[in-house]
């Protein structure tokens, strides 16, 4: 070993051991099958260290449960299409997709989605990932999107998916429709506006609004039926400001008579609410928004403006015909698109959707058949799936996507689906087989236009990892051997997605088998920037470039402050931390320098019951420690498990063992040959146990350090393909815990007084008088005797029953040093 760790060279050479050796294959890891559902990131730019904080904790779980005897299945994927790709591609490339051809278009994103992934795999490499990249997938690859394809025919088939000209959320800067999972609720400062209509006798009518651009969608009044001030207005019409055109009075219970006035008007859309009206009373259609976000030519004075130049014109209108009664400035939630943050609208398209409302209760039922880590997120989950209100629309209107295998009659609206054999199919480029509709044999059958929400492939990660392990390409919803891989072992993932990506892979995983996808769910934190934002690639905030901290730190420094996150938490990204680690990488570096001096030609069969005291102590605390540590793990409380090893391998083991056996080791002729025997032999014994433990969380270091000492005496290729089971051997030695810890106590007592005094812990002692209430705990340090010379330097030590009543102190006189600890 060199006199320093040297991080560069040293993963450069454990990571070519592990490529080399193909250490994180499966079959090299005899046990029960543990599968890790790993969440593909998205391809739309740099990795941030959020990334790196949730990917490192999956790997540390991944790399326990090897050791822990499972035969680990560790794939790895990239979401490469959907809108957020699109986005990066144009603008890395400075070009918009509506501007180009669908073809060339797509050809440009896979060319730089292929680039990027090998970046982000590259990073992952560096980090120390222990993924098989021989089982490696792309959301927009031909074999996914053949899954992709087959899911949604069998779903269609069985009844779930329906397709309908439906008022649809709808998101006009993307220029596509979205998932009610894809809003998020952002608080805007608006404005109440009091409007006038009239009916046909003159009488002014009252309606508040935060949405008076929406006037020339206006269908119909409407007041609660139990409300006298309006009861009158029963089957009249009014006259719409500005566009004049009349409308009908409705009496509904959904009008809340306390707010604003008590009379609404109903536009198509400007809520939920909207519709319903809409489609319980038979009311018109009138769209004012087009698909760009501007208002179309029959809304007249607002033609062409978009959204709010649409509002301060129609505010600008009603006060000149002094229609504006009133304006109470307000702050409210609005619906906004998650990654773009435009407010969203209701546009009516012929869209394809999913049927979860009917079977909501199911999937709340089924959240209690799977293992939540933490606990409190599975309600987080069920209060999602309780506030559902809209099927999942799974249409879009983008480019770089998975196309719906479905071909549309324009006669009679016939839906043809692709055959098996076609799929993968972009029925843009190819025709349907049947060339005459089934239902009218017309033949203008044209392709569907739209793709699917990336999440609609994305929640078969399940099925897809599938055929990566059985290595089929066979239809995996009706292969048997799909059927007996799920559920996976592990989902891990960010609180954030409950909501998507892990809902839309229960609600899939159900739909097509009745079966829950996973065992586990792990739900990591994010990592906040200074100002407690979330980090993320489409933000500023997202300044600390893992590229540049691996310049700077170790990879095994990055793992170490990543595990110090509580499990589903946000934390704030800390420099402390990391100077934490490195100060521990140079402290296991310097001490296995240590082990590896005094432990040449170590025999490993030896006789335990020959260890020692001091032996028996450290063999007894490694075993408790790991005992913590494995209990930690087992439930994926990695910073728990690993505040049990810092403990033990800072306290326990150099603090005070090495600090203990030194004299021993330096002088071994002052002691028997068999103690030197057993101490080396616990030396070595105990330095794997250490780095066992520390090796999901370092494994650079442990490694490069395990094949200086450990590979040729054991004869396993990595520390990675050991196992607990093998080295973690239980012991239990009371009676020498309990006698080590009275040594502890003296010695502890003895560092105080001499830094007090300013004196190297080396300083000699005259003597050492020890005091203590009680016979048994002074009988204990007899037999220690020679321990307690050796580390704290006494020539003489004085054993007295009783309490000192000058308590603990060290007297200086001239050359002599007396101290007296009281226990």
Not at 455 to 480: A, G, H, M, R
Not at 606 to 617: H, L, S, V, Y
Not at 694 to 711: G, N
Request: aromatic share 12%; proline share 4%.
């Amino acid at each position: 070993m060199e006199k320093k760790y040297d991080h560069q060279s040293s993963e450069q050479q454990a990571q070519q051991l592990w490529s080399d050796g193909q250490v994180y294959k499966t079959d090299k890891h005899p046990g029960p099958l543990y599968s890790v559902d790993t969440p593909p990131p998205t391809v739309s730019g740099a990795l941030h260290i959020g990334h790196i904080f949730s990917y490192t904790q999956t790997d540390i779980i991944a790399r326990f449960k090897r050791m822990d005897g499972f035969a680990v299945f560790y794939p790895f994927g990239f979401d490469d299409n959907g809108l957020p790709t699109e986005r990066f591609v144009e603008k890395k490339c400075n070009v918009t997709a509506h501007s180009m051809k669908r073809s060339e278009f797509i050809n440009l994103c896979l060319e730089q989605t292929a680039v990027v992934e090998k970046q982000f795999e590259q990073l992952w490499r560096r980090m120390g990932l222990s993924v098989d990249w021989d089982a490696c997938y792309s959301t927009i690859s031909p074999e996914v999107r053949k899954i992709s394809q087959e899911s949604f025919i069998e779903l269609y088939k069985k009844g779930f998916i329906y397709r309908k000209f439906e008022p649809a959320l709808y998101c006009t800067a993307c220029r596509t429709s979205v998932a009610q999972a894809e809003l998020d609720d952002v608080e805007k400062p608006s404005f109440f506006n009091d409007i006038v209509f009239k009916i046909d006798d003159g009488t002014e009518l009252i309606i508040g609004t935060t949405r008076p651009e929406l006037l020339s969608s206006c269908v119909a009044l409407l007041y609660h039926p139990n409300d006298k001030r309006y009861q009158a207005l029963q089957n009249k019409e009014a006259i719409v400001p500005i566009f004049e055109n009349r409308v009908k009075i409705i009496a509904d219970e959904l009008v809340n008579p306390d707010k604003g006035t008590g009379l609404v008007m109903c536009c198509t859309f400007g809520d939920k609410t909207d519709i319903v009206w809409y489609k319980k009373y038979q009311l018109p259609f009138k769209q004012s928004i087009g698909l760009d976000g501007r208002w179309l030519e029959s809304t007249g004075p607002l033609a062409g403006l978009k959204a709010h130049a649409a509002r301060t014109k129609i505010i600008e209108l009603l006060k000149e015909q002094n229609l504006l009664r009133a304006q109470k400035p307000i702050t409210h939630a609005v619906n906004v698109h998650e990654r773009c943050k435009q407010e969203i609208e209701y546009l009516p398209l012929s869209q394809w959707f999913l049927n979860i409302l009917e079977h909501k209760q199911q999937f709340i039922k089924i959240a209690d058949s799977i293992d939540w880590y933490p606990a409190f997120m599975k309600q987080r989950y069920i209060n999602w799936v309780e506030n559902i209100n809209w099927d999942w629309c799974l249409s879009r209107q983008r480019f770089f996507g998975i196309p719906f295998p479905a071909w549309h009659c324009t006669n009679c609206n016939e839906i043809i689906l692709a055959d098996q054999a076609q799929l993968p199919v972009d029925p843009q480029e190819t025709s349907s087989t049947q060339k005459k509709c089934p239902h009218c044999a017309s033949t203008t059958i044209l392709g569907d236009t739209d793709v699917m929400d990336t999440w609609n492939t994305s929640s078969l990660t399940p099925y897809i990892c599938s055929t990566l392990f059985n290595n089929k390409v066979e239809n995996p919803f009706t292969d048997k051997e799909t059927l007996q891989f799920i559920p996976m072992g592990m989902r891990p993932q960010a609180h954030d997605i409950i909501r998507t990506w892990a809902f839309y892979t229960i609600v899939k995983t159900w739909m097509h088998q009745h079966s829950i996808p996973w065992k586990e769910i792990v739900i990591s934190g994010h990592v906040l920037s200074d100002s407690k934002e979330k980090l993320a690639k489409s933000k500023d905030n997202a300044k600390t470039d893992p590229e540049q901290l691996l310049k700077s730190y170790p990879a095994d420094v990055i793992r170490y402050w990543t595990a110090s996150g509580s499990l589903g938490h946000d934390m704030v990204f800390s420099e402390t931390q990391l100077r934490i680690g490195q100060r521990l990488i140079t402290k296991l570096w310097n001490a296995f320098l240590f082990v590896k001096e005094h432990t040449v030609s170590i025999d490993q069969e030896f006789d335990t019951t020959k260890c020692g005291t001091i032996n028996e102590w450290l063999l007894d605390r490694a075993s408790a420690t790991f005992k913590k540590y494995h209990s930690y793990l087992q439930n994926h409380e990695f910073n728990l498990a690993l505040d049990s090893v810092e403990h033990f391998f800072w306290h326990h083991f150099c603090d005070n063992y090495l600090e203990l056996i030194k004299d021993q080791l330096f002088k071994p002729e002052q002691y028997c040959a068999e103690q030197i025997v057993a101490t080396r032999w616990t030396l070595f014994t105990v330095g794997l146990r250490i780095l066992q433990m520390y090796a999901p969380y370092l494994p650079h270091i442990t490694e490069i350090i395990y094949q200086e000492l450990y590979r040729s005496p054991l004869k396993i290729d990595s520390i990675h393909l050991t196992k607990f089971k093998n080295i973690q051997q239980p012991y239990a030695f009371e009676l020498s815990v309990h006698a080590i810890d009275q040594v502890i106590n003296v010695i502890t007592a003895v560092r105080k007084l001499k830094s007090e005094q300013q004196l190297s812990l080396k300083t000699e002692l005259n003597v050492l008088r020890i005091y203590s209430q009680q016979q048994e705990h002074l009988g204990l340090l007899k037999l220690q005797e020679q321990l307690i010379k050796g580390i704290t330097h006494a020539h003489t030590i004085e054993y007295h029953v009783g309490i000192n009543e000058n308590g603990s102190q060290l007297i200086q006189d001239n050359e002599n040093r007396i101290l007296t600890v009281q226990l």
